[in-house]
C-alpha cells in the first residue's frame, strides 16, 4: 500500500488509486486477466493484497476471474476484478450470476475503444449501456463513474459500499484516461472513513431461508462454513435457495432483484452540479469529458451563454430525476461522450422536448473544451 | 463399516429427478459415503455445481451449495477455496459442463493444483438438452446431433487432468461404486491439491438410445465388459485397448496444493 492507514496527500495514479482504495475498504480478494489500459489495478493487487492477507489470482479469462470473485464473495469476502471493455464482455454470464445469487462485489471497468479489440490503448465512453444491458435478463444494476483520481478513490469506497449495501455487483466505470491520469489527492485518517459491511444474518434457527429477504428486500448474509446451511443459486429459487421454475415466484424473485435498488435510487444517486443556477445550456457529462465540459462552460459564458454542467458521478440506475429537475430554464442540452450516443439516448428519454445535441468522439482522441463550444454556437445561430 | 451418507440427502427431495437408469444416483450415493466416511462435517462442505444433469446433484443436498453457471463450476470452486481454505470444495461436473465448455477452467484448475475435488459424472453426451454430442462422446457414436456418427475423437480426460498438472486423478464407472467411494474417500483423505475422479456412466435415455445399446441393464454390462485395470494396460497393445474403459489411478502424488504454495511465497 502506497498510503498506508496514514491520511494525507498523494501523487497517484487513477488505477492505482482505485487498488489503494479497495484495499482500503477491505476488499482482501482479487481474481482477474490482464488488459489494457486496467492493468495497473491487477499489479497493484498482487503485489499489495498478500500484505494485507488477501489473494490475488490470475485467472484462464475473464469468464472465471468474475466466477471467482462471486465464489469468494460469498465466503464473506469483500472481492473485486478490474479489465476493459473486452473484459466486461466476456464477464457478462457472470454479472447476471452476481446479480442473481446477490454476490457483493466491485467490477472495474477502464474503458477502452471499441467494438472488439477496437483500440487498445485509447480511451472512450462506449461501455455505458453494457453495464445496464450486458447480460440478459431483468435485472438492475448500480454503476459509478469518476472523473478525476481523487474520485477514483472516493467512489471505489463508495462503490464497495453500494455493493456491500444492496448485496449486488457495481460497475465502476473508468476510461483510458481516467485510469492512467496521474494526480495529486487527499485521502483521509482510516477512522474518518465509513465503510458499510453487508448485514449478517442474527438470530438465526434450524429453519432458516438463504433468500428470504428483510423489509428492505435485501437478504441478510450467511457466509459458507456458517453452522446454518446457506445455498446459492444462479437458477430460479425460492427463498429456502432451492430450484423453482413457478412463474408466481420467479416474477416476484426478479421484482425484488429490480427493486432492491430502485428503491434507494435517491441515496444511490452522486452528482455534481456546477453553475446550474441560472442556466440555459445544460451541459451532461461523466468521466473524462466532464473536464472539457467544465472548461466549455466557462468559455461560453465568457462568451455571454449561461452554460452549466451536471457530472453524472452515478451513470445507472439513471438520475433521470436529477435531470429533469435541472430543466426549467434550460433551453438546449449537450452531451459530450466519447461515443456515439450512448448517454444522450438515454437522457433524451428526460429531456421533455428540449433540444439534445451531442458531442461525441469515438476514434480515441478526447473531447476538446472548443468542440463543446463550437456546438453550442452552431445550434445558437440555426 | 457401513456408511449411508444420510446425513447429506436432503430425503424430503428424493425421488431424484434423473432418468430410469442413469448412473448418477450411484455416483451420488458413493459421494455422500464417502464423505460419511471421512467425518466431514455438512458447514465443512461446499458442493458447486454448474449446469446438466449432474450439476442438479446439489439439489439433493444439505450441505452449503452454489449453483451456478455452465462449465464454470471450477472456477467459482476456486474462488470459494482461495478465501476459505479451511472448507472441502467440490465440483461436481458432467462433461460437457466440466471438460467442453468448462474445459480451459478444468486444465488451469488442474495445473494450479487448487486444492478442490472434482467429481465429473461423464455420460458421453449432454444428457439434459436431449443427447447432443459433447467433448467425450467417441468418434462415429450417434447423438441428436451427430446423426451421421460422429465426427471427432473423444478427450481422454484423466490423461488430460494428469498431464495437466493434477495431484490426483482416478477413474471408476458405475459399474463399480464400491471403487467410486474409494476414490472419492482416498481424495478427501489427500486434502491439498487438484483432486479429479472421473466416473463413466450411462445414458439409456439419450445414447443408449441412439446408438442402440440396449437398456440400462445392457449397458452396464456393456461397460463392464470394457472396463480394464490401468494395472493391465501394459499387457495390452494399443489396439486391443482400443474402445475400452481404463479404471483406477492415473496419478497420485503429493504435490503441494496451491493454498500452501502461495501461503509460503507470499509470505
Not at chain 1, 204 to 218: A, G, H, N, R
Not at chain 2, 112 to 123: P, Q, Y
Given at each position: 500500500m502506497i498510503c498506508g492507514n496514514q491520511g494525507g496527500r498523494f501523487f497517484l495514479q487513477g488505477n492505482i488509486a482505485v487498488g489503494e482504495a479497495a484495499i482500503k475498504a477491505g476488499a482482501r480478494f482479487f481474481a482477474g486477466y490482464p488488459i489494457t489500459p486496467s492493468s495497473e489495478i491487477a499489479e497493484h493487487a498482487s503485489l499489495n493484497l498478500p500484505r494485507a492477507g488477501g489473494t490475488y489470482i490470475q485467472m484462464e479469462d475473464e469468464i472465471s476471474s468474475l466466477a471467482a470473485v462471486i465464489g469468494a464473495s460469498l465466503t464473506g469476502m469483500k472481492a473485486y476484478t478490474a479489465t476493459s471493455g473486452p473484459g466486461i464482455s466476456l464477464m457478462s454470464e457472470h454479472i447476471g450470476l452476481a446479480c442473481m445469487v446477490e454476490a457483493p462485489c466491485v467490477i472495474v471497468d477502464v474503458q477502452r475503444a471499441g467494438p472488439s479489440t477496437g483500440l487498445a490503448t485509447k480511451p472512450a465512453q462506449g461501455d455505458f449501456l453494457q453495464f445496464r444491458h450486458g447480460t440478459h435478463g431483468d435485472h438492475m444494476i448500480i454503476a459509478l463513474s469518476p472523473a478525476s483520481v481523487q474520485e477514483c478513490f472516493d467512489l471505489t469506497i463508495q462503490a464497495f459500499n453500494f455493493s456491500e449495501r444492496f448485496r449486488c455487483p457495481v460497475f465502476l466505470a473508468l476510461d483510458g484516461i481516467i485510469g492512467k491520469m496521474y494526480e495529486t489527492i487527499e485521502i483521509p485518517e482510516i477512522s474518518e472513513f465509513k465503510f458499510c459491511n453487508r448485514k449478517q444474518a442474527t438470530g438465526l434457527s434450524e429453519d432458516f431461508q438463504p433468500y428470504k429477504p428483510d423489509t428492505d428486500l435485501i437478504p441478510p448474509f450467511v457466509p459458507f462454513g456458517s453452522p446454518f446451511i446457506t445455498r446459492a443459486n444462479g437458477s430460479g429459487h425460492g427463498i429456502d435457495g432451492y430450484p423453482s421454475a413457478d412463474a408466481h415466484n420467479h416474477e416476484q424473485l426478479v421484482s425484488r432483484l429490480i427493486n432492491k435498488i430502485d428503491n434507494y435510487k435517491e441515496e444511490i444517486t452522486l452528482f455534481k452540479k456546477y453553475y446550474t443556477d441560472d442556466m440555459e445550456v445544460l451541459i451532461i457529462s461523466y468521466g473524462c469529458s466532464t473536464r472539457p465540459a467544465i472548461a466549455a462552460m466557462k468559455k461560453a459564458r465568457k462568451k455571454g451563454v449561461k452554460a452549466g454542467v451536471l457530472q453524472l458521478?452515478?451513470?445507472?440506475?439513471?438520475?433521470g430525476n436529477i435531470i429533469k429537475a435541472l430543466l426549467p430554464q434550460v433551453n438546449l442540452i449537450v452531451v459530450p461522450e466519447l461515443s456515439a450516443g450512448q448517454l444522450k439516448s438515454e437522457i433524451i428519454k428526460y429531456s421533455q422536448g428540449i433540444p439534445v445535441i451531442g458531442v461525441n468522439k469515438y476514434g480515441g482522441k478526447s473531447i476538446l473544451p472548443d468542440d463543446i463550444v463550437a456546438a453550442i454556437d452552431k445550434e445558437n445561430q440555426e | 463399516m457401513k456408511f449411508t451418507g444420510k446425513k447429506y440427502?436432503?430425503?424430503?427431495?428424493?425421488?431424484?429427478?434423473?432418468?430410469?437408469?442413469?448412473g448418477n444416483g450411484i455416483i451420488f450415493a458413493a459421494m455422500v459415503r464417502a464423505m460419511e466416511e471421512n467425518n466431514l462435517a455438512n458447514k465443512d462442505i461446499v458442493a458447486v455445481t454448474g449446469i446438466g444433469c449432474w450439476g442438479k446433484a446439489d439439489d439433493y443436498l444439505t450441505t452449503h451449495a452454489f449453483h451456478g453457471t455452465h462449465g464454470r463450476a471450477i472456477a467459482v470452486a476456486t474462488g470459494i477455496k482461495l478465501a476459505n481454505p479451511l472448507l472441502n470444495v467440490f465440483a461436481l461436473v458432467g462433461d460437457?459442463?466440466?471438460?467442453?465448455?468448462g474445459g480451459n477452467h478444468l486444465i488451469h484448475a488442474a495445473r494450479r493444483n487448487i486444492d478442490i475435488i472434482v467429481i465429473m459424472a461423464n455420460n458421453l453426451n449432454y444428457g439434459m438438452t436431449g443427447g447432443q454430442y459433447s467433448g467425450t462422446t467417441p468418434f462415429n457414436a450417434i447423438t441428436s446431433t451427430s446423426k451421421h456418427g460422429h465426427v471427432e475423437d473423444a478427450f481422454d480426460v484423466s490423461s488430460l487432468v494428469k498431464s495437466a498438472g493434477a495431484g490426483y486423478v482416478a477413474r471408476s464407472t458405475i459399474a463399480n461404486p464400491r471403487m467410486i467411494q474409494k476414490f472419492i474417500s482416498k481424495a478427501i483423505k489427500k486434502k491439498y491439491g487438484f483432486r479429479f475422479i472421473e466416473i463413466i456412466t450411462?445414458?439409456?435415455?439419450h445414447y443408449g438410445k441412439y446408438n442402440q445399446i440396449g437398456d440400462p441393464v445392457e449397458m452396464l454390462k456393456d461397460i463392464k465388459k470394457r472396463t480394464i485395470n490401468i494395472k493391465k494396460t501394459e499387457q495390452f497393445s494399443t489396439k486391443e485397448l482400443e474402445n475400452t474403459i481404463t479404471v483406477g489411478e492415473f496419478t497420485d502424488q503429493n504435490i503441494e496444493g496451491y493454498v500452501e504454495r502461495y501461503r509460503k511465497i507470499n509470505n
Amino acid at each position: 500500500m502506497i498510503c498506508g492507514n496514514q491520511g494525507g496527500r498523494f501523487f497517484l495514479q487513477g488505477n492505482i488509486a482505485v487498488g489503494e482504495a479497495a484495499i482500503k475498504a477491505g476488499a482482501r480478494f482479487f481474481a482477474g486477466y490482464p488488459i489494457t489500459p486496467s492493468s495497473e489495478i491487477a499489479e497493484h493487487a498482487s503485489l499489495n493484497l498478500p500484505r494485507a492477507g488477501g489473494t490475488y489470482i490470475q485467472m484462464e479469462d475473464e469468464i472465471s476471474s468474475l466466477a471467482a470473485v462471486i465464489g469468494a464473495s460469498l465466503t464473506g469476502m469483500k472481492a473485486y476484478t478490474a479489465t476493459s471493455g473486452p473484459g466486461i464482455s466476456l464477464m457478462s454470464e457472470h454479472i447476471g450470476l452476481a446479480c442473481m445469487v446477490e454476490a457483493p462485489c466491485v467490477i472495474v471497468d477502464v474503458q477502452r475503444a471499441g467494438p472488439s479489440t477496437g483500440l487498445a490503448t485509447k480511451p472512450a465512453q462506449g461501455d455505458f449501456l453494457q453495464f445496464r444491458h450486458g447480460t440478459h435478463g431483468d435485472h438492475m444494476i448500480i454503476a459509478l463513474s469518476p472523473a478525476s483520481v481523487q474520485e477514483c478513490f472516493d467512489l471505489t469506497i463508495q462503490a464497495f459500499n453500494f455493493s456491500e449495501r444492496f448485496r449486488c455487483p457495481v460497475f465502476l466505470a473508468l476510461d483510458g484516461i481516467i485510469g492512467k491520469m496521474y494526480e495529486t489527492i487527499e485521502i483521509p485518517e482510516i477512522s474518518e472513513f465509513k465503510f458499510c459491511n453487508r448485514k449478517q444474518a442474527t438470530g438465526l434457527s434450524e429453519d432458516f431461508q438463504p433468500y428470504k429477504p428483510d423489509t428492505d428486500l435485501i437478504p441478510p448474509f450467511v457466509p459458507f462454513g456458517s453452522p446454518f446451511i446457506t445455498r446459492a443459486n444462479g437458477s430460479g429459487h425460492g427463498i429456502d435457495g432451492y430450484p423453482s421454475a413457478d412463474a408466481h415466484n420467479h416474477e416476484q424473485l426478479v421484482s425484488r432483484l429490480i427493486n432492491k435498488i430502485d428503491n434507494y435510487k435517491e441515496e444511490i444517486t452522486l452528482f455534481k452540479k456546477y453553475y446550474t443556477d441560472d442556466m440555459e445550456v445544460l451541459i451532461i457529462s461523466y468521466g473524462c469529458s466532464t473536464r472539457p465540459a467544465i472548461a466549455a462552460m466557462k468559455k461560453a459564458r465568457k462568451k455571454g451563454v449561461k452554460a452549466g454542467v451536471l457530472q453524472l458521478q452515478t451513470l445507472w440506475p439513471f438520475p433521470g430525476n436529477i435531470i429533469k429537475a435541472l430543466l426549467p430554464q434550460v433551453n438546449l442540452i449537450v452531451v459530450p461522450e466519447l461515443s456515439a450516443g450512448q448517454l444522450k439516448s438515454e437522457i433524451i428519454k428526460y429531456s421533455q422536448g428540449i433540444p439534445v445535441i451531442g458531442v461525441n468522439k469515438y476514434g480515441g482522441k478526447s473531447i476538446l473544451p472548443d468542440d463543446i463550444v463550437a456546438a453550442i454556437d452552431k445550434e445558437n445561430q440555426e | 463399516m457401513k456408511f449411508t451418507g444420510k446425513k447429506y440427502i436432503k430425503s424430503e427431495s428424493l425421488p431424484f429427478f434423473w432418468c430410469s437408469g442413469c448412473g448418477n444416483g450411484i455416483i451420488f450415493a458413493a459421494m455422500v459415503r464417502a464423505m460419511e466416511e471421512n467425518n466431514l462435517a455438512n458447514k465443512d462442505i461446499v458442493a458447486v455445481t454448474g449446469i446438466g444433469c449432474w450439476g442438479k446433484a446439489d439439489d439433493y443436498l444439505t450441505t452449503h451449495a452454489f449453483h451456478g453457471t455452465h462449465g464454470r463450476a471450477i472456477a467459482v470452486a476456486t474462488g470459494i477455496k482461495l478465501a476459505n481454505p479451511l472448507l472441502n470444495v467440490f465440483a461436481l461436473v458432467g462433461d460437457g459442463d466440466g471438460v467442453t465448455i468448462g474445459g480451459n477452467h478444468l486444465i488451469h484448475a488442474a495445473r494450479r493444483n487448487i486444492d478442490i475435488i472434482v467429481i465429473m459424472a461423464n455420460n458421453l453426451n449432454y444428457g439434459m438438452t436431449g443427447g447432443q454430442y459433447s467433448g467425450t462422446t467417441p468418434f462415429n457414436a450417434i447423438t441428436s446431433t451427430s446423426k451421421h456418427g460422429h465426427v471427432e475423437d473423444a478427450f481422454d480426460v484423466s490423461s488430460l487432468v494428469k498431464s495437466a498438472g493434477a495431484g490426483y486423478v482416478a477413474r471408476s464407472t458405475i459399474a463399480n461404486p464400491r471403487m467410486i467411494q474409494k476414490f472419492i474417500s482416498k481424495a478427501i483423505k489427500k486434502k491439498y491439491g487438484f483432486r479429479f475422479i472421473e466416473i463413466i456412466t450411462i445414458c439409456p435415455t439419450h445414447y443408449g438410445k441412439y446408438n442402440q445399446i440396449g437398456d440400462p441393464v445392457e449397458m452396464l454390462k456393456d461397460i463392464k465388459k470394457r472396463t480394464i485395470n490401468i494395472k493391465k494396460t501394459e499387457q495390452f497393445s494399443t489396439k486391443e485397448l482400443e474402445n475400452t474403459i481404463t479404471v483406477g489411478e492415473f496419478t497420485d502424488q503429493n504435490i503441494e496444493g496451491y493454498v500452501e504454495r502461495y501461503r509460503k511465497i507470499n509470505n
